[in-house]
């Protein structure tokens, strides 16, 4: 199975900052890795397809990228409605696997 | 609109048995993929399940096969988990959601139902 190391596990931000979650994979997805947001209670929602894509609907505040092996999740202005968890995850082969999420909360 | 309602979630002793359904709308069920992922209380997400368009095609995580199985009925624009010899491990919110062919991330998921084993 492909094992997501999705880091920080939390961090603490304000409205306006600039925030940064990396996921790594255990091995190659090529691009594959997608970006999921979850507020309390809610299910999850699809943020970033295909490690850059942007999914219909979603804010341009949220980007997607790589370098090397990494995947990361830019949130260019952290707005209040922002502050929820975010999980990457694997779509290139089953099972699919999930980082252990990255709670972003208000400093 | 699409719309995914899941149902049949509640409580059941361990060793039990249940079966979740998911009805679905607003897209054309019978042409993507489906699956099941599930969250346990204050956890991460975990993909459970998942089946071809036309149901020829089945994955099971792991922990769960010879226990739960999947289905569709297309007909019916309803997915299936059936979940045999519940343990308390399978405690959780069960989200049904679709997976587009070609990229297969989850576009689409469910309010969710939950799921609590527990005698």
């Known amino acids: 199975d492909i094992q997501m190391t999705q880091f920080p596990s939390s961090l603490s931000a304000s409205v306006g900052d600039l925030v940064t979650i990396t996921c790594r994979p255990s091995e190659s997805v090529s691009t594959y890795l997608n970006w999921y947001q979850q507020s309390p209670g809610k299910a999850p929602k699809l943020l970033i397809y295909?490690?850059?894509n942007l999914q219909s609907g979603v804010s341009s505040r949220f980007t997607g990228s790589r370098s090397g092996t990494d995947f990361i999740l830019t949130i260019s202005s952290l707005q209040p409605e922002d502050f929820a968890t975010y999980y990457c995850?694997?779509?290139?082969?089953?099972?699919?696997?999930f980082g252990g999420g990255t709670r972003v909360e208000m400093k | 609109e699409v719309d995914l309602v899941e149902s049949g979630g509640g409580l059941v002793q361990p060793g039990g048995t249940l079966r979740l359904s998911c009805r679905v709308s607003g897209f054309s069920f019978s042409r993507f993929p489906m699956a099941w992922v599930r969250q346990a209380p204050g956890k991460g997400l975990e993909w459970v399940a998942k089946i071809k368009q036309d149901g020829s095609e089945r994955d099971l995580l792991e922990s769960v096969k010879g226990r739960f199985s999947i289905s569709r009925d297309n007909a019916k624009n309803s997915l299936y988990l059936e979940m045999n010899r519940l343990t308390a491990e399978d405690t959780g919110v069960y989200y049904c959601v679709r997976e587009p062919v070609g990229w297969f991330y989850f576009d689409y998921w469910g309010r969710g139902t939950l799921v609590t084993v527990s005698s």
């Open positions: 995850q694997q779509s290139y082969s089953t099972p699919r696997t």
């Open positions: 295909a490690a850059s």
